[in-house]
């Protein structure tokens, strides 16, 4: 409530000024620029097979997890019970490793995903900023953030275009969540 009461506050200050003088305002969806950056892809394919490999490791640990239950459960009526609770701590700690490795995996993608997300990030600010100091902007939303109350895209600047260019990106390309889906019929199919 406090960050809308000041957007609020700070729209209301700015539009003020802005009848003062000509000030200009842009604002952009960073999430669809990153998206659709080069290095955002190579990331996701670095992620994916890091993740991959995290899955391996997990699978075959559930493997030899199911393995140890199943012999335990054909043959514990024809073992002692020193060996039965040999294999019952076996198991046990298998399970207590297989935990254990489950959170140290989620941590490890999360850190991943960081160390891969940051340069890709920081190449779009850059980009982000440089179109904008270009065009003479003083204010730059982004809209992937929910925070804009209101823009009218008449007099604020939709900077992605213009970032796209700077980056490298094709003009027709388009984010991933803007595909059609599988199977859906595409509007020239129509």
């Known amino acids: 409530m406090k960050k809308l009461t000041f957007a609020i506050l700070l729209l209301a200050g700015i539009s003020a000024l802005a009848g003062a ?14 998206s659709l950056m080069t290095e955002m892809d190579s990331a996701r394919v670095k992620l994916q097979a890091y993740q ?5 490791t997990l699978q075959g640990m559930e493997d030899e997890y ?3 239950l199943t012999e335990y459960q ?28 489950q959170q140290t ?13 940051q340069p890709v990030v ?3 600010q850059d980009a982000i900023e440089k ?4 065009n003479g902007l003083i204010y730059v939303f982004d809209t992937s953030t929910g925070a804009t109350v209101y823009c009218d895209d008449s007099q604020s600047m939709d900077l992605l275009p213009l ?23 595409t509007p020239a199919a129509k």
Not at 164 to 185: F, H
């Open 21 to 34: 003088q000509n000030l200009k305002f842009g604002h952009i969806n960073s999430s669809e620029l990153v």
């Open 52 to 56: 991959a490999d995290l899955e391996e």
């Open 66 to 68: 199911n393995t140890k």
């Open 74 to 101: 054909r043959k514990s009526a024809t073992w002692s019970a020193a060996v039965k609770e040999t294999k019952e701590a076996d198991i046990q700690s298998l399970v207590q490793r297989i935990q254990q490795f």
């Open 105 to 117: 995996a989620s941590q490890d993608m999360q850190q991943m995903q960081q160390i891969l997300m």
């Open 122 to 124: 920081k190449k779009a």
């Open 131 to 134: 179109v904008a100091k270009a």
């Open 163 to 185: 970032a796209k260019k700077e980056l490298g990106i094709p003009a027709e390309k388009v984010a991933p969540s803007q595909l059609p889906a599988p199977g859906a019929a």
